[in-house]
């Protein structure tokens, strides 16, 4: 895991196995920010949905013990939404380095479009 400083908070880089263990152990909760067909067309399971565009960074849950980790499709649009709750006065945020990109190339487990049935179908899962 990266740490950087911004303004005396914490900005977590996170890789896709940081980020699987936290959510096996459940100390994260994983935000999703791409779009709603982004996300039907594939999310890791568990992950909440805010699309960038309505991003809200005081409608997030409140964190308690578990870390808020943001994730997109490349990490890009994750770490501009992660500046903002920042911005908006969390101490401390993380987002996934590499997005659901990083997340299916790791062969994490995930959820997908099923294309024949159009259904979702699990990925990667024992």
Known sequence: M???SVDG????????QELQDALESRDAVLIDVRSPAEYMLGH????LLMPMPDFDAKAL???????????????????????KVLA??????????????AWKEAKLPHVAVDFPTGGQKAVNQD
């Open 2 to 4: 990266k740490r950087e």
């Open 9 to 16: 908070k914490t900005l977590e880089t996170w890789d896709a």
């Open 44 to 47: 890791v399971a568990g992950s």
């Open 61 to 83: 849950p409140e964190k308690g013990k578990k870390r808020l980790v943001l994730m997109c499709g490349s990490g890009m649009r994750s770490e501009k939404m992660a500046r």
């Open 88 to 101: 908006a006065g969390a101490e401390q945020v993380a987002h996934l380095d590499g997005g659901f990109g």
